[in-house]
């Protein structure tokens, strides 16, 4: 069954309307705007269908298509690194966020980075997969990498629009070199009809200059930075050299040669290992340190308990035995120092739990 999700549009400063969508329960999680995307096409998609039925198990998911793309505006007079800013401002205030988690993939990390640092009391906790601080022709290769951007972004003028795919598979493999036909064929499509041939190269020109490193030590919150090893389209050093920049910031190195993480993958049950159990400390609700010394699945059943479950709902929501959440309720009293359950589900709902 496809992923439920709400459309709505609101309208940036300057007047272009961003799409953004809004699926799953449970404490909200942003994901930044990131290219390429549309967000009814990446629904069910073989590339991105699993990652957002797994970020939507456990919480509210707000996303959005970045300007030109996708669902929102696609003819746009300006594209630039301060306006994408402001379209994530506009998201997130429009989504009525308060104080969240933020998770970004690729170009979207340079985003998330700035937007902490500009407003370092709304976000909470950082995921950071496979991105960059530094564009392409910010990162001292010189005049050979200045070459390549530029022939990257007349490729995309020249083919993005043809019904041959072969330009727009160049691309695919750097994203996917291990994928299945199946996904090559959808990712092929997905630049099809994310956006026009001239957004492509205009926005992968903005992206090649981007440099938001003298903000890595602004950013003060827990940080899970994540980065394939092998990964072909942003380099792994990149990855490194994020994480040495962020006090708080913990490393993951991920042996894929993927720039997206596949459900075939290998390392993908290890990244949705890390990518919840930093979630679930990494919300609203870990602010409250008796919380954060709860385990995962401890949270998972004060969530339930909290929205006024008993026993034998929480054992079904979770399939797990009654006795097993007796003895996680029991455990749970005792980290969060209570004597009984009204007290333990004020001390959640205090904390942000219970909404979902």
């Not at 919480?59 to 007079?77: C, M, P």
């Not at 006090?247 to 919840?276: C, G, K, N, T, Y």
């Not at 797990?320 to 209570?338: D, G, P, Q, W």
Request: aromatic share 8%.
């Amino acid at each position: 069954m496809p992923l439920k999700q709400q459309i709505r549009f609101c309208t940036a400063p300057d007047g272009v309307r961003i799409a953004y969508a809004t699926s799953g329960k449970g404490p909200p999680l942003l994901k930044v705007g990131n290219w390429l995307s549309h967000l009814e096409f990446d629904l069910t998609s073989p590339v991105w269908g699993h990652v957002l039925e797994m970020l939507s198990s456990h919480n509210t998911l707000v996303r959005y298509d970045q300007r030109g793309t996708g669902l929102s505006d696609r003819e746009v007079e300006q594209v630039s690194f301060e306006l994408w800013l402001r379209d994530l401002e506009t998201v997130i205030d429009a989504a009525g966020l308060e104080r969240f988690p933020m998770l970004a993939i690729s170009q979207g990390v340079s985003l998330a980075i700035a937007y902490t640092a500009r407003h370092p009391e709304r976000v909470s906790g950082l995921v950071l997969q496979g991105g960059y601080a530094r564009g392409r022709r910010k990162r001292g290769g010189g005049r050979v990498l200045d070459e390549e951007s530029e022939t990257q972004a007349k490729l995309m003028e020249i083919g993005w629009g043809r019904a041959d795919t072969a330009f727009r598979q160049f691309f695919t493999s750097q994203f996917l070199p291990g994928g299945t036909p199946e996904q090559h064929q959808w990712f092929n499509e997905l630049a099809r009809v994310s956006t026009s041939p001239a957004n492509a190269a205009r926005t992968l020109r903005v992206f090649d200059s981007i440099d938001v490193s003298d903000l890595l030590p602004q950013v003060h919150c827990p940080t899970l930075v994540l980065h394939a090893t092998g990964d072909l389209r942003v380099p792994f050093d990149e990855g490194r050299f994020i994480a040495g920049g962020i006090a708080q910031a913990r490393f993951v190195p991920l042996h894929s040669v993927h720039h997206l993480m596949l459900a075939q993958d290998e390392v993908w049950p290890r990244w949705v290992e890390e990518v919840r159990d930093f979630l679930a400390h990494a919300g609203p609700a870990a602010d409250d340190p008796a919380l954060a010394r709860l385990t995962v699945r401890e949270r998972e059943v004060l969530e339930l308990i909290a929205q006024g479950r008993d026993n034998a709902q929480v054992a079904a929501a979770l399939q797990l035995s009654e006795k097993t959440v007796r003895n996680h309720i029991t455990s749970i009293f005792a980290k969060l120092e209570v004597e009984n359950r009204p007290q333990a589900i004020v001390l959640a709902r205090n904390a942000g739990l219970g909404r979902g």
